[in-house]
């Protein structure tokens, strides 16, 4: 074995790849709980590519059998219940682990420069895991994914002029249909998870070439450094330990959080639930919906909300990383997070 391993080495240097990116890659060693966040997130986006190929074996794109093949998986196919709670669940501890990400990084100020297009590339990784997130929720075809789906298409409806247009193009039709499951699917199984992994790959990269940014605070000519690997790798796995505790507790005890009643009834278009709400990452924008009395307005503001938060790092140009040093930005973020948090509770309850 070991003169297998000097043969292959000889060939492709593997060593030399190990020590120069991994052992012999110096990370602070101050680097807290939150710089865990983005190992976290790693770890969740490789879940659900091999839980998702997993059920992809049995499930069927189609109106007719979509329903049927999800209840074959769960009841008959091997271990299929755990695959698909264990997708379903990681699904939401990927957003959890994604906002925490992105917050502390707000928090630390650690999308100033030179690290601007690790912000940039976060958000478009936030954004289009929610957007992974929705196409995959039709797939069951189910009474809440139909209706809750049929409500969430429905909202670019509110733009002028091209309303209809994009309903149309987003469903492939006027209603929901074969059509809106076929192009849900295939987004969801395709294009969207390979430009997630194009992405984390750019994200990953940046990162490599700016390093980690320090702690708020640090005098980073007095911090030691110590190896990313094993030493730093060591950190990351018990941070991963604990999401993924979470996740098989959530998966054993309390599936109906991601796997309600309605979920559980084949989707009827005649007969619509009373009480169809988003996923909880929706709740906030849900709710902002309903407390403007302009739709189209409530849409045009929250675009205008994420787009600030998309250049902050071009419109916050103060060196000052310490957030206890900036009360104007201190506060700004209370507000957002008790707002955000406000809504999601109210459009929970409501």
Known sequence: MKNLFKAVDERLKLSELYEKYLSGYMVPENLNFWYSMGAVCLTFFL???????????????SVEKAFESVTFITNEVTFGWLIRRVHAVAAN????????????????????KPREIHWITGCLLFALVLVECLSGY?????????????????????????????????RGGEKITQFTL?????????????????????HIFV?????????????????????????????????????????????????????????????????????????WYFLANYQFLKLI??????????ILIALLIFLIPFIDRNPERRIWKRPLFFGA??????FYILLTIWGYLS
């Open 138 to 170: 039709l797939l069951p075809w189910s009474q809440l994914s139909y209706w809750a789906t049929s409500v969430a298409t429905s909202f670019p409806g509110a733009f002028p002029f091209i309303g209809e247009w994009l309903v149309y193009l987003i």
């Open 47 to 61: 879940i659900q590519i091999v839980t998702g190929i997993l059920l992809l074996m049995y499930y069927i794109p």
């Open 293 to 302: 009395p302009n739709e189209f307005l409530g849409i045009f503001l929250q």
């Open 207 to 279: 990162m490599r070439r700016t390093g980690i940014s320090y702690p708020p605070g640090t005098d980073e000519t007095k911090v030691k450094k110590i190896p990313f690997f094993p030493h730093f790798a060591l950190k990351d796995l018990k941070i991963i330990y604990l999401f993924l505790a979470l996740t098989l507790f959530i998966v054993f005890f309390f599936p109906q959080l991601v796997i309600p009643h309605d979920a559980l009834i084949p989707a009827d278009p005649l007969s619509t639930p009373e009480h169809i709400k988003p996923e």
């Open 182 to 202: 076929g192009r849900f699917f295939s987004i969801h199984v395709s294009f969207i998870p390979f430009t997630i992994f194009v992405l984390i790959a750019i």
């Open 333 to 338: 973020v209370v507000f957002g997070i008790a």
């Open 93 to 112: 501890i990927f957003v959890l682990a994604l906002f925490f990400h992105m917050l502390s990084t707000l928090i630390m100020g650690s999308y100033k």
